[in-house]
């Protein structure tokens, strides 16, 4: 099984202000990697897929990089709607995994 | 518009049963394999189970192998989960989730609104 690990746990940032999440893999997933974004009480809602390809109706403000097995999720400056729990997840292997998430708060 | 529509979750006891299902529209149903992942409370999300698009191919992720089941009706559009010998660790928000294409080891997009089964006495 990839074990997905994601760093850090919680970063506690200001409006306005850029961040930088990670995700890394046990072992290579290529590019077959995707990010999702969950607030309290809501499904998770796909933010980037391919590692790097931003989904539909999603803000030009978050983008993706990495391969093989390290990955970032960056959101260039956070908006209030933004304060969320994030998850990155694999699709090279059976089973599908997802890193624990990585809850951005307000600061 | 893509919707899937989880429904069936509750309050069960240790070793009791429940069967979720999740209406699907505004997509070929019929042409897509479809998956569960749950979410224990305050926990991250967690695959359960996938049935491919004609119903043949089932998996199971280990912590339910034997104890829970997949289904579909394509006729109807739904996606279902017999969930059997229920455990306190079963206690999640269950979600079904579409894949972008057919095959299942892919991302997921969108999500049902999820259903909560409680385990407990």
């Known amino acids: 099984e990839i074990v997905m690990t994601q760093s850090p746990a919680t970063l506690s940032v200001s409006p306005g202000e850029g961040v930088t999440l990670s995700c890394r893999a046990s072992q290579s997933v290529t590019t077959n990697l995707a990010w999702y974004q969950q607030k309290p009480g809501q499904a998770p809602r796909l933010l980037i897929h391919g590692a790097f390809t931003t989904a539909t109706d999603i803000p030009a403000r978050f983008s993706g990089s990495g391969s093989g097995t390290e990955f970032t999720l960056t959101i260039s400056s956070l908006q209030s709607e933004d304060f969320a729990v994030y998850y990155c997840q694999q699709y090279s292997y059976w089973p599908l995994t997802f890193g624990q998430g990585t809850k951005v708060e307000i600061k | ?121």
């Open chain 2, 1 to 121: 518009e893509v919707q899937l529509l989880e429904s069936g979750g509750g309050l069960v006891q240790p070793g009791g049963s429940l069967r979720l299902s999740c209406a699907a529209s505004g997509f070929t149903f019929s042409n897509y394999d479809m998956i569960w992942v749950r979410q224990a409370p305050g926990k991250g999300l967690e695959w359960v189970s996938t049935i491919s698009n004609g119903g043949h191919n089932t998996y199971y992720a280990d912590s339910v192998k034997g104890r829970f089941a997949i289904s579909r009706d394509n006729s109807k559009n739904t996606l279902d989960l017999q969930m059997n010998s229920l455990r306190a660790d079963d206690t999640a928000v269950y979600y079904c989730a579409k894949p972008a294409s057919r095959s299942s080891l892919n991302w997921f997009d969108p999500w049902g609104q999820g259903t909560l089964v409680t385990v407990s006495s």
